[in-house]
C-alpha cells in the first residue's frame, strides 16, 4: 500500500479524521489514534494485544513488533506487505478506538 491509499482507507472509516504534519500524518477516531505513518515503508497502528498476536502469526512479512512496541498496544505494518491485511488492521483500530 501507498501511504495515500493508506489516507484514502482511513478517512472512509466513519469518523476518521487525519491529524499529524505533512511528513508523518497520523489518522484519529473520536481523537484517539488509530495509525500514523512511521515513514513511506512504516505504518504504526493501534492494536489490541490478541489482534496484534493475530495480526503477526498470519502475516509475518507484514506486521511486526519490535522491542519498543511490546508492552504497548501497538503493531509495526510494513506497507510493502498484504494489502488487505493491512487494511483489517486499520479497520481493526478504528474499532478499537470507537469503543472506548
Do not use: N
Request: hydrophobic fraction near 40%; charge should be negative; charged fraction near 30%.
Amino acid at each position: 500500500m501507498t501511504p495515500e491509499e493508506v489516507d484514502d482507507f482511513a478517512r472512509s472509516l466513519p469518523g476518521c479524521k487525519r491529524k499529524g504534519t505533512a511528513a508523518h500524518p497520523a489518522w484519529y477516531v473520536d481523537d484517539r489514534l488509530v495509525a500514523r505513518l512511521v515513514d513511506d515503508g512504516e505504518l504504526l497502528v493501534r492494536a489490541g494485544f490478541a489482534d496484534r498476536e493475530g495480526f503477526v502469526s498470519s502475516h509475518p512479512e507484514t506486521f511486526g513488533v519490535p522491542p519498543r512496541y511490546e508492552k504497548h498496544m501497538k503493531v509495526q505494518v510494513l506497507l510493502s506487505g498484504d494489502d488487505a491485511a493491512i487494511r483489517a488492521a486499520i479497520r481493526a483500530a478504528w474499532e478499537l478506538q470507537r469503543r472506548h
